[in-house]
């Protein structure tokens, strides 16, 4: 087992919801050889630095997320994809210590064929912005205003994906137009949508 990282203990012992569950998943996690770190908060644990799982709580349960769960062969079919947008990241869900401590010898194995899968190489396909519907509403705008189009183009990857989908997502279309108008001034400043 490896050892539990003191700079992590607080997060363990300040826990107000899931407190116990938290040290069964720690307890389970260690003891297949991984590093325990903090990292956005939370109990990450990692194989030589690449990150395998990390412990999430939220108010229903909570949860082992696996960072390429989507590479993982779910032969019990227990792994969640949050949203159909997560690419990646695959969740084991829980409610109760005997529920963890049941499964403890399938998310040993779950674990394991992460960390196999690490070794490996091995990486997710994620989807290319251009994968990405570009709203009518927005096209609009880009086609209209080469100046906005420069500056959306200069964006990363990352924070180009997050406007489209931001704008996609409502079904009105006077609601999207509003979406657009918004942030328009942030995206010819280059900031993202949650900078």
């Known amino acids: 087992m490896n050892e539990m990282n003191p700079k992590v ?9 899931w407190r116990e569950e938290f040290k069964h998943l720690r307890n389970i996690v260690l003891a297949c050889g991984l590093t325990e770190e903090l990292k956005w908060g939370k109990p990450c644990y990692s194989f030589k ?6 412990i999430q709580g939220f108010k229903e349960y909570c949860a ?3 960072f390429k769960g989507a590479l993982l062969h779910d032969h019990n079919g227990i792994l969640i994809q ?7 990241g695959r969740q084991i869900r829980f409610t109760s210590v005997q529920e963890i401590d049941e ?15 690490e070794k ?24 209209s205003n080469p100046e ?13 994906r997050a406007y489209l989908f931001f704008f996609s997502q409502p079904k009105q279309s006077k609601t999207r137009e509003s979406r657009v108008e918004k942030c328009m001034p942030r995206i010819l400043e280059g900031k993202g949508l949650n900078d």
């Open 9 to 17: 203990d607080f997060f363990f012992d300040e826990a107000q919801k």
């Open 49 to 54: 630095n690449s990150n395998i799982v990390i």
């Open 64 to 66: 082992l997320l696996f």
């Open 82 to 88: 949050q949203t159909e947008n997560v690419q990646s």
């Open 103 to 117: 499964m403890e010898p399938v998310l040993k194995t779950y674990i394991q064929e992460a960390i196999e899968v």
């Open 120 to 143: 490996a190489g091995l990486k997710v396909i994620l989807k290319e912005t251009s994968d990405y519907p570009v709203p009518k509403e927005f096209q609009n705008k880009l086609l």
């Open 148 to 160: 906005l189009k420069a500056a959306f183009e200069s964006l990363t990857p990352g924070r180009q």
